[in-house]
T-cell receptor, first 112, second 114 residues
């Protein structure tokens, strides 16, 4: 069945460091891919998405490219800020569009 | 922000009692979901609904039931709460669109079973 595997955390970075959180997926057909962010005590918020191969999703300085050949959707940011400290979830929705599969989440802490 | 309201936001209950959590949406989205979030497990789907009175089980449905009598409301019931059901519960909604629609999440309900 469909599934998502993402990098284990926690990740601790200094402010202005480069961030990569790895995400790979298993799916039949052509899934849509998402990154969600969860701040403490809150629900998940969509950070970015990509709906077909080679699409790049971007938002708030974060980027991820849908790579079908490597079944990956790695999240990157060139210069992290303290306010980026949160838990990040990679997710996919399959061909039917109504089932979502989430990774286990990666906790990011950015220190000044 | 998507109009999703979960109630209550926090609840403490005793083992063996029934508990109902409510999710209310104002977006008229077709699909509604209940997830639980636990450390090390991420989000796990409990039940979902694809229309009024149309529901299906997720991967961790044992001990839970759901009902959807109106488009806007999706109820999750723990028939007899156990300590293993202590968790944070999230409701989500989505609408299928060509090219992939995203899920929108509520703020969560923290449930403690003592």
């Amino acid at each position: 069945g469909d599934s998502v595997t993402q990098m284990e955390g926690p990740v601790t970075l200094s402010e202005e460091a480069f961030l990569t959180i790895n995400c790979t997926y298993t799916a039949t057909g052509y899934p849509s891919l998402f990154w969600y962010v969860q701040y403490p005590g809150e629900g998940l918020q969509l950070l970015l998405k990509a709906t077909k191969a080679d699409d790049k999703g971007s938002n708030k300085g974060f980027e991820a490219t849908y790579r079908k050949e490597t079944t990956s959707f790695h999240l990157e940011k060139g210069s992290v800020q303290v306010s980026d400290s949160a838990v990040y979830f990679c997710a996919l929705s399959g061909d039917t569009g109504n089932q979502f599969y989430f990774g286990t989440g990666t906790s990011l802490t950015v220190i000044p | 922000d998507a109009g999703i309201t979960q109630s209550p936001r926090h609840k403490v209950t005793e083992t063996g009692t029934p508990v109902t959590l409510r999710c209310h949406q104002t977006e008229n989205h077709r699909y509604m979901y209940w997830y639980r979030q636990d450390p090390g497990h991420g989000l796990r789907l409990i039940h979902y609904s694809y229309g009024v009175k149309d529901t299906d089980k997720g991967e961790v449905s044992d001990g839970y039931s759901v009902s959807r009598s109106k488009t806007e409301d999706f109820l999750l019931t723990l028939e007899s709460a156990t300590s293993s059901q202590t968790s944070v519960y999230f409701c989500a909604i989505s609408e299928y669109v060509v090219g992939g629609g995203e899920a929108f999440f509520g703020q969560g309900t923290r449930l403690t079973v003592v």
